[in-house]
């Protein structure tokens, strides 16, 4: 819809992957990060893509570090000491067991996520 809008205002859109040819981006008048869903299939390759683009000094709608930032979920704990109501989130070792974390708060079940992921991939509901 948003390119559809775009285009009846006379701009031209055109979809890229983050992956692909990147004299595509270096000819762009804007680029807008809409859905990267991937990124977390090749996290260094993705960061190492915002890394171009910034040494590039290229038009970026989404501001690279906030995108960085986005890419962990440690934003979470920050959105937290700002005041924002987050659900009670752990961070847990890799291959550790909830269950001293299910002790502590009484919980019989909960959502496990990878630090870094998008949509539902690697995420487990443990009992």
């Not at 680029?31 to 090749?42: A, E, K, M, S, V």
């Not at 038009?59 to 959105?79: A, T």
């Amino acid at each position: 819809m948003l390119a559809d809008a775009l285009c009846e205002r006379g701009y031209t859109v055109e979809h890229q992957p983050w992956q692909g040819d990147f004299a595509t981006f270096q000819h762009a008048d804007l680029i807008l990060l809409r859905n990267n869903w991937d990124y977390h299939y090749d996290l260094a390759g993705f960061t190492a893509w915002l890394d171009r683009v910034e040494a590039a000094a290229l038009p970026i709608y989404n501001p690279i570090p906030l995108v960085r930032w986005n890419l962990h979920k440690r934003y979470l704990f920050d959105l937290q000491a700002r005041g924002v109501l987050i659900p009670t989130t752990r961070v847990l070792a890799v291959d550790a067991e909830p269950e001293p974390i299910f002790q502590e708060l009484g919980w019989n079940e909960a959502i496990i996520k990878p630090r870094t992921g998008a949509s539902s991939h690697l995420v487990e509901r443990v009992h």
